[in-house]
């Protein structure tokens, strides 16, 4: 610790900070522009001016940024001083000069960076009254809109955008007044993580174009923390509405998990929750065309079919919630219930859970991911599988390079200095993919090959780590050299991290990274483990789990069923159309909870209009098995609820148009699944107050609650209870520091942007006041004996006549919802089938972009070629999830014709 005056005041303050972090930290209000938590500093905006002063008999002292200055024993300064705050007032003057007077027309305005720190700073009334410089805005994409005029040249977003994301499009041009933040000519910007540019922008520059669609200033919103459910991550959301339909997705800040970013998948892919194939009333179908139903008859039909002696059966889904899947599970009993994916997935889901749960090695999260000084990835492209896991992955393979700049003591925070010293350079850094990834391009040695040539790879690096370990048989020399290598970077490191998935539905990959940590366990090294699966609750559903889709194909086969309950499952997107009809044509009636219309849904005798994230409460588990609470946003003007209060409103005996409160719900998952207990501390109950007030959804300055119904009363109506959380659907309630998991917003006295997450915080970038939202259900015991998977697969060979086809993953278009999003709509790619150039030429197929005939399932299908010449000889690849290839089962075996 490090004894520091301010103002005269003597302060105790952690080793390693820089001046503005300790400040910030204390509480004071001090300006700044260039600095960031997760940027650090360069000391470029020069807004953060203090007085510097040598010793106490000092009076004079001299102006210094205080992001620059060291907070070391005995130093010395004043934010008040008047030559302190003078410096800082003119600095924004000069900053402002050429900077548009559009504040009431600019999306920003209100939740403003710049407007919050010139009124800090004391600058008050423009002097310049000369011609401005101005700029040419431009086209950026479908998601960020480009107002280069209100720059202040605060270098945050190349910052952000080349050093930490590793953007390659978006740079500086020019210098002095005519500085230029932009693409060298218009068009898209090509980084996942391009959407951050909103929230890192201080002002005006980058703003949500989806929002402009649908523009709603701050103060005006209804927000609710939620969980994306973009993938299996779980990055923390706030979610805003107005008028019924969600404006915007911002980052809401877990210290644990995503800290202060967020991919454009989950920041930008929320669109089809106003969707105008929403399902909003309860339908049944009649004559081949669906009517709508009354609530109450609908309740009774349903019963009525599931009545006594009745074979009753129940998929479940991965993007539905904790709660909803329990109740489906006890609607249907125990024997009848299926997880809603294909026993394939869910096997290798179970095989997760299980080596998380009876392993020895960590699971690190996002965060601390962050930390460690080897990387070695094991048949997952992390970029389009789990994107902010990428970003993560990004930051450790610096942290091996950075050591120079520690050795000579130049402190983290100085980004500056260590990217003077580090430059490009980075850490020990491996890849084993069928293809090449994103991350390749900080790879230190990549290998590309089938999936058991990458579980072979990954078991003869384990045998070098651990020698009593059996050797890999038929080694080429290539292979051997590479896994020779990657063993001595991973033993060579503090920090070693495995990363692997499900994504090439390869059991014997998920074995080998296994191998692979605990042999460095084993080593004495610090080691994380981390997985990727496919969906935001595929680990709570496989949970409460024990069969899955192929199970119930199997028993509706056998015996027909007479109704099938569907939750919040699209079976033609997830089985393909032979599987789905195999199980829809063996049931006599068919129930649907479904958000939106689909193949599925129109296949239906009942559908029941079940919440999105938007709509609904509820509780997912992540990939690492945290355990973390959504919150429903509004309650919507139609029959759309949580898909848990439809089924136990099912469940009851009496004839009632209520489910019970949420926290009822919890306490009877909890007593029959009690390793689940921890949900129960994943936020607070219903009935937590705060003195006696709730948790307000809105801020302080909403406005319009008679004029938004004035065309259906002009009295304003009782605001709606909410009995599932300590939370209002109004202003009203407690405006200081909540519990961290129930943070609707981000407010503070003179903090009107999101910049105000600094006083929620122990310390600046730090932990939430409260503690970070999420609770881990499973923790590995570091005591219990590895129990190795020894079962080596032999080596991939191609066949002479068929192709292995696997798949090929995009951020955008391989997860089902995010792709039905306009903006996101425009980035999904054209589907294709890919092939390396010798395979394509043995096949006869000469040119990319031609077309190229394949059999799935007997069904004929025609995409266009694109030539990888990553691909191993042998394996064709389709991407995931797109319209064109939806429902195809991987892998599968075909034969290709031109």
């Given at each position: 610790m490090a004894k520091v005056f301010i103002d005269d005041i003597e302060y105790e303050v952690p080793d390693g900070k820089n001046m503005l972090?300790?400040?910030?930290?204390?509480?004071?209000?001090?300006?700044?522009?260039?600095?960031?938590?997760?940027?650090?500093?360069?000391?470029a905006c020069r807004q953060c001016g203090v007085i510097n002063y040598k010793d106490e008999n000092d009076k004079r002292g001299r102006i210094t940024m205080a992001c620059m200055l060291p907070a070391s024993n005995g130093t010395r300064i004043s934010i008040e001083a008047k030559a302190a705050h003078d410096?800082?007032?003119?600095?924004?003057?000069?900053?402002?000069?050429?900077?548009?007077?559009?504040?009431?027309?600019?999306?920003?305005?209100?939740?403003?960076?710049?407007?919050?720190?010139?009124?800090?700073?004391?600058?008050?009334?423009?002097?310049?009254?000369?011609?401005?410089?101005?700029?040419?805005?431009?086209?950026?994409?479908?998601?960020?809109?480009?107002?280069?005029?209100?720059?202040?040249?605060?270098?945050?977003?190349?910052?952000?955008?080349?050093?930490?994301?590793?953007?390659?499009?978006?740079?500086?041009?020019?210098?002095?007044?005519?500085?230029?933040?932009?693409?060298?000519?218009?068009?898209?910007?090509?980084?996942?993580?391009?959407?951050?540019l909103v929230e890192v922008c201080p002002t005006g520059v980058f703003t949500d174009k989806t929002l402009k669609q649908h523009y709603t200033r701050k103060w005006d919103l209804t927000s609710a923390p939620s969980v994306c459910h973009g993938?299996?991550?779980?990055?923390?959301?706030?979610?805003?509405?107005?008028?019924?339909?969600?404006?915007?997705?911002?980052t809401r800040y877990n210290g644990d998990v995503n800290g202060y970013f967020l991919c454009d998948r989950g920041r930008f892919g929320y669109e089809y929750t106003n969707s105008k194939k929403r399902i909003i009333k309860a339908l049944k179908r009649v004559s081949g065309t669906y009517?709508?139903?009354?609530?109450?008859?609908?309740?009774?039909?349903?019963?009525?079919?599931?009545?006594?002696?009745?074979?009753?059966?129940?998929?479940?889904?991965?993007?539905?919630?904790?709660?909803?899947?329990?109740?489906?599970?006890?609607?249907?009993?125990?024997?009848?219930?299926?997880?809603?994916?294909?026993?394939?997935?869910?096997?290798?889901?179970?095989?997760?859970?299980?080596?998380?749960?009876?392993?020895?090695?960590?699971?690190?999260?996002?965060?601390?991911?962050?930390?460690y000084d080897a990387v070695f990835i094991v048949g997952e492209d992390v970029t389009n599988t789990a994107p902010m896991l990428a970003l993560s992955l990004r930051q450790a393979a610096k942290n091996k390079p950075n050591e120079e700049a520690f050795a000579i003591r130049i402190p983290l925070w100085n980004d500056a200095a260590i990217r003077e010293i580090v430059q490009e350079r980075t850490g020990p850094f491996f890849i084993a993919t069928v293809h090449h990834t994103k991350l390749d391009e900080i790879s230190s040695g990549s290998f590309y090959g089938h999936p058991d040539n990458i579980a072979r790879l990954g078991h003869a690096v384990a045998q070098k780590i651990n020698n009593n370990l059996p050797s890999v048989p038929d080694t080429d020399r290539e292979s051997a050299s590479l896994s020779s290598s990657i063993a001595e970077a991973l033993l060579a490191a503090k920090k070693p991290?495995?990363?692997?998935?499900?994504?090439?539905?390869?059991?014997?990959?998920?074995?080998?990274?296994?191998?692979?940590?605990?042999?460095?366990?084993?080593?004495?090294?610090?080691?994380?483990?981390?997985?990727?699966?496919p969906e935001a609750n595929s680990v709570g559903m496989t949970l409460l789990s024990e069969n899955f889709i192929d199970d119930a194909i199997a028993r509706v086969e056998k015996e027909?069923?007479?109704?099938?309950?569907?939750?919040?499952?699209?079976?033609?997107?997830?089985?393909?159309?032979k599987d789905?009809?195999?199980?829809?044509?063996?049931?006599?009636?068919?129930?649907?909870?479904?958000?939106?219309?689909?193949?599925?849904?129109?296949?239906?005798?009942?559908?029941?209009?079940?919440?999105?994230?938007?709509?609904?409460t509820g509780t997912i588990v992540n990939n690492e098995g945290r355990a973390q609470r959504f919150y429903q946003v509004h309650i919507p003007r139609n029959e759309v609820r949580s898909s848990w209060k439809w089924l136990d409103i099912l469940r009851q005996d009496l004839q009632t148009a209520e489910a019970k409160d949420f926290d009822v719900i919890v306490d009877e998952?909890?007593?029959?699944?009690?390793?689940?207990?921890?949900?129960?501390?994943?936020?607070?109950?219903?009935?937590?107050?705060?003195?006696?007030?709730?948790?307000?959804?809105?801020?302080?300055?909403?406005?319009?609650?008679?004029?938004?119904?004035?065309?259906?009363?002009?009295?304003?109506?009782?605001?709606?209870?909410?009995?599932?959380?300590?939370?209002?659907?109004?202003?009203?309630?407690?405006?200081?520091?909540?519990?961290?998991?129930?943070?609707?917003?981000?407010?503070?006295?003179?903090?009107n942007s999101v910049q105000a997450i600094n006083k929620y915080q122990i310390e600046v970038g730090g932990p939430l006041h409260d503690g970070n939202p999420g609770k881990r259900l499973f923790e590995p015991d570091e005591n219990r004996q590895a129990k190795y998977f020894n079962d080596i697969p032999s080596s991939f060979h191609p066949s002479n006549d068929e192709l292995l086809v696997l798949p090929l993953y995009h951020i955008y278009g391989s997860e089902e919802l995010t792709a039905l999003s306009p903006a996101v709509k425009e980035r999904i790619p054209q589907a294709y089938i890919a092939l390396n150039e010798n395979e394509a030429r043995r096949k006869g197929l000469n040119a990319e972009g031609g077309k190229v005939e394949f059999y799935y399932q007997d069904k004929k299908w025609e995409l266009s070629l694109k030539i990888d010449n990553s691909l191993p000889d042998g394996i064709a690849g389709l991407p995931k999830g797109l319209n064109e290839t939806s429902g195809i089962g991987y892998p599968f075996r075909t034969k290709i014709n031109s």
């Amino acid at each position: 610790m490090a004894k520091v005056f301010i103002d005269d005041i003597e302060y105790e303050v952690p080793d390693g900070k820089n001046m503005l972090e300790v400040c910030l930290s204390l509480g004071f209000d001090l300006t700044y522009f260039c600095w960031h938590p997760a940027l650090h500093s360069i000391g470029a905006c020069r807004q953060c001016g203090v007085i510097n002063y040598k010793d106490e008999n000092d009076k004079r002292g001299r102006i210094t940024m205080a992001c620059m200055l060291p907070a070391s024993n005995g130093t010395r300064i004043s934010i008040e001083a008047k030559a302190a705050h003078d410096f800082r007032a003119g600095n924004i003057e000069s900053l402002m000069l050429n900077h548009p007077h559009d504040c009431p027309v600019c999306d920003e305005g209100g939740e403003c960076h710049l407007q919050d720190m010139t009124l800090m700073s004391g600058h008050n009334y423009r002097r310049y009254r000369f011609k401005k410089r101005t700029h040419t805005n431009q086209y950026l994409g479908p998601f960020l809109n480009h107002e280069m005029n209100r720059c202040i040249q605060c270098y945050r977003c190349v910052r952000f955008y080349k050093d930490y994301a590793g953007g390659k499009d978006l740079d500086v041009f020019a210098a002095h007044d005519d500085i230029y933040f932009g693409r060298s000519e218009d068009g898209v910007l090509e980084n996942e993580f391009s959407g951050n540019l909103v929230e890192v922008c201080p002002t005006g520059v980058f703003t949500d174009k989806t929002l402009k669609q649908h523009y709603t200033r701050k103060w005006d919103l209804t927000s609710a923390p939620s969980v994306c459910h973009g993938c299996s991550l779980g990055c923390n959301i706030l979610a805003s509405q107005r008028y019924g339909t969600i404006r915007r997705i911002l980052t809401r800040y877990n210290g644990d998990v995503n800290g202060y970013f967020l991919c454009d998948r989950g920041r930008f892919g929320y669109e089809y929750t106003n969707s105008k194939k929403r399902i909003i009333k309860a339908l049944k179908r009649v004559s081949g065309t669906y009517q709508p139903i009354e609530n109450g008859n609908v309740f009774e039909e349903v019963k009525a079919l599931m009545g006594e002696g009745k074979k009753v059966i129940g998929i479940g889904s991965p993007r539905a919630s904790l709660e909803s899947n329990f109740l489906l599970k006890e609607l249907v009993g125990e024997n009848n219930f299926y997880g809603g994916i294909s026993n394939t997935e869910g096997n290798l889901i179970k095989q997760v859970i299980n080596i998380l749960k009876k392993g020895k090695v960590k699971t690190p999260s996002l965060a601390e991911a962050k930390g460690y000084d080897a990387v070695f990835i094991v048949g997952e492209d992390v970029t389009n599988t789990a994107p902010m896991l990428a970003l993560s992955l990004r930051q450790a393979a610096k942290n091996k390079p950075n050591e120079e700049a520690f050795a000579i003591r130049i402190p983290l925070w100085n980004d500056a200095a260590i990217r003077e010293i580090v430059q490009e350079r980075t850490g020990p850094f491996f890849i084993a993919t069928v293809h090449h990834t994103k991350l390749d391009e900080i790879s230190s040695g990549s290998f590309y090959g089938h999936p058991d040539n990458i579980a072979r790879l990954g078991h003869a690096v384990a045998q070098k780590i651990n020698n009593n370990l059996p050797s890999v048989p038929d080694t080429d020399r290539e292979s051997a050299s590479l896994s020779s290598s990657i063993a001595e970077a991973l033993l060579a490191a503090k920090k070693p991290l495995i990363v692997s998935g499900t994504s090439l539905f390869s059991k014997n990959v998920i074995e080998a990274a296994a191998n692979v940590a605990y042999a460095l366990k084993e080593q004495g090294k610090d080691v994380g483990l981390i997985y990727t699966v496919p969906e935001a609750n595929s680990v709570g559903m496989t949970l409460l789990s024990e069969n899955f889709i192929d199970d119930a194909i199997a028993r509706v086969e056998k015996e027909r069923a007479d109704v099938l309950l569907i939750l919040e499952n699209d079976l033609y997107q997830r089985i393909g159309k032979k599987d789905s009809e195999a199980i829809l044509k063996r049931c006599n009636q068919v129930v649907a909870f479904e958000n939106l219309e689909n193949e599925t849904t129109n296949s239906c005798d009942y559908v029941f209009p079940a919440g999105t994230f938007a709509e609904s409460t509820g509780t997912i588990v992540n990939n690492e098995g945290r355990a973390q609470r959504f919150y429903q946003v509004h309650i919507p003007r139609n029959e759309v609820r949580s898909s848990w209060k439809w089924l136990d409103i099912l469940r009851q005996d009496l004839q009632t148009a209520e489910a019970k409160d949420f926290d009822v719900i919890v306490d009877e998952m909890i007593q029959k699944n009690p390793e689940l207990q921890k949900i129960k501390e994943t936020a607070p109950t219903a009935d937590f107050r705060i003195g006696t007030q709730k948790i307000p959804r809105s801020p302080h300055r909403f406005s319009g609650r008679t004029s938004m119904i004035a065309n259906i009363n002009v009295s304003e109506p009782k605001p709606p209870d909410d009995n599932d959380s300590p939370m209002s659907f109004t202003m009203e309630g407690y405006h200081g520091i909540q519990p961290s998991p129930d943070t609707a917003f981000y407010w503070s006295p003179a903090w009107n942007s999101v910049q105000a997450i600094n006083k929620y915080q122990i310390e600046v970038g730090g932990p939430l006041h409260d503690g970070n939202p999420g609770k881990r259900l499973f923790e590995p015991d570091e005591n219990r004996q590895a129990k190795y998977f020894n079962d080596i697969p032999s080596s991939f060979h191609p066949s002479n006549d068929e192709l292995l086809v696997l798949p090929l993953y995009h951020i955008y278009g391989s997860e089902e919802l995010t792709a039905l999003s306009p903006a996101v709509k425009e980035r999904i790619p054209q589907a294709y089938i890919a092939l390396n150039e010798n395979e394509a030429r043995r096949k006869g197929l000469n040119a990319e972009g031609g077309k190229v005939e394949f059999y799935y399932q007997d069904k004929k299908w025609e995409l266009s070629l694109k030539i990888d010449n990553s691909l191993p000889d042998g394996i064709a690849g389709l991407p995931k999830g797109l319209n064109e290839t939806s429902g195809i089962g991987y892998p599968f075996r075909t034969k290709i014709n031109s």
